[in-house]
């Protein structure tokens, strides 16, 4: 595939990866909203960047491996779920 149909989905035009690249911008959004209004704190955990939050190791000097591990198992399972949909596809040749 072209590289340069692949950045134009990328950044708002329709296909697979606007989505993701949609969800990963409202995240981030969303979860920066909560960081400054103290409402709703737990729904912090449904973002990734809760997890991956580097002012945390910056601050700390230590890494959270326990919120690694969790954005790890998270990535597995997406992967995971994503190549069972694919082999289910029927892809003429």
Known sequence: MNLRIEA??????????????GYLLFS????????????AQWLAW?????????????STGAIN????????????VILLGTLALFLRKDIAS
């Open 65 to 76: 491996w326990a919120d690694n591990c969790i954005l790890i198992a998270s990535v597995i």
């Open 8 to 21: 134009c989905e990328v950044f708002g035009f329709p296909g697979p990866n606007s989505a993701g690249a």
């Open 28 to 39: 981030f959004i969303f979860d920066k909203a909560l960081n400054i209004v103290d409402v």
């Open 46 to 58: 449904l973002t990734p960047f809760h997890y991956a939050d580097p002012t945390k190791v910056f």
